[in-house]
């Protein structure tokens, strides 16, 4: 027979700030992993939200999913899309839950819009459009959920320089997240329930330098400080009341899909790419405005080896023929070009000279196996501490900004997994991998 399982995943959060130096906001949750295993979860390449949280609930590498970011190569097309619930081809705990007759509710699980049927029912992730699109399934649960709780807010413009305005608006958006949960825990039947709050996720990245004392442009402020701290002790009362009306045998999980910290700067990775001569531009990059896309139309593919994508990692795809319409790369040069690259990107050194730890990869090199357009090189800049700008108008390789607009934070590889069980089945602590997370789970409920 199954016990319930209550999963309450925060988006990018730290094992420092549950375990750590920066757990002291965290007083209910905190106790819960001391009592329970509490483990340091490693996520996966890449570690970011998409595709994180499906490797965790699919148990599948993102290779053997074929996603690899929020956006996504087109075949045979130097463009791309943006990822959904369709791209899902694997099976998730949820989805096995209902094949084994039991009830399952999700909220704000990325990605699951459009939503897909379930045993139970679902309300869909940050990705959403709006609140006028059909983000429920049932497809009725919409008007009962905005009749009850009102309609739901499903992100926020984060990266601006209104930093009141952000503030205010993640907590807002946090509460009309945790009032929606609250109401499908208390009046539905569920046997699990998984909901990832991104609100956590969107106070790292806005005020993460106001926050953490080892950010290198960290700055105490009488509000900025404050608004982490609320996030997070907002969710530590909200979860010590529901924890209580909730069965006394569920058990509890805490994950993370990845960590955070301080973001250094960003690189302009197409600009050096041009200066090396694989990216060949119609006009001098530094002759555009800041921030100006690599449109495909300001590309000479003809004379193009490489171009990259920018992000919290970078994509490097090469332009090989027979496999992208205007490829110049023969097919017995790829990995050629490949090694060339890579071996550019391991004596890139940071603005000052100093030695970066560049980390690139192969898809084969991390994958048992890689289906759909996956990158030819995957890049993580100074092991993550640099963020990738794929845009062109820059006068310098270094941004001391994100070109998308202002970011404190970047991606990390530990993220936080825990497991509070009443009967005490788990315990201890140690390095559990994000892909092995589903088998935990599973085994949480049925052992």
Known sequence: MARKLFFLGLDSLPPRSLYGDLSAHFSYLKGLAEDGA???MRSCHPPITIPAWLVMFTGRTPGELGIY?????????????????????????????????LNVGLYGV???????????????????????????????????????????????????EDKEKVAQDIL???????????????????????????????????????FDPSHPRHEEHPTYSKVIPSVYERIDSWFEKLHRKLPRDTVIVIASDHGVKAMKGAFVVNQWLADLGYLRLKKDPRELK???????????????????????????????????PEGIVEPNAYGEVVEELRAELKSLK??????????????????????????????????????????????????????????????????????YDPENRFSGKGLVEIHDVRRLLEKAMFE
């Open 38 to 40: 509490s483990y340091v």
């Open 69 to 101: 970011g929020f956006r996504h190569k087109a075949k045979g097309s130097y463009g791309g899309y943006i990822v959904n619930s369709s791209a899902v081809k694997a099976e998730t705990i949820w989805d096995f839950l209902s094949r084994k007759g």
């Open 110 to 160: 990325p990605p699951t819009y459009p939503p897909r049927p379930v045993r139970g029912f679902l309300v869909s992730d940050f990705t959403t459009p709006d609140a006028s699109s059909l983000y429920t399934f049932p497809q009725w649960l919409k008007r009962e959920l905005e009749a009850k709780t009102g309609p739901p807010v499903f992100d926020i413009v984060y990266r601006s």
């Open 172 to 210: 807002s958006m946090l509460e009309n997240h945790l009032r929606q949960v609250e109401y499908l825990v208390t009046t539905k039947n569920w046997d699990a329930f998984f909901y990832v709050e991104i609100s956590v996720d969107r106070a790292h990245h806005a005020f993460w330098r106001f």
């Open 290 to 324: 800041p921030g100006t896309d690599l449109g495909e139309d300001l590309v000479d593919w003809s004379n193009t080896k490489a171009w990259a994508w920018g992000g919290y990692y970078s994509r490097f795809f090469v332009n090989v023929k027979g496999r992208e």
């Open 350 to 419: 940071g603005p000052l000279g100093e030695q970066w730890e560049n980390i690139s990869v192969r898809p084969q090199e991390v994958y048992p196996k890689f289906e759909g357009d996956a990158p030819d090189v995957m890049v993580y800049f100074d092991n993550l501490s640099w963020r990738a700008a794929g845009t062109l108008g820059w006068p310098s390789y270094y941004l001391s900004e994100n070109d998308r607009g202002p970011d404190d934070a970047v991606h990390d590889w530990h993220g936080v997994f825990t497991i």
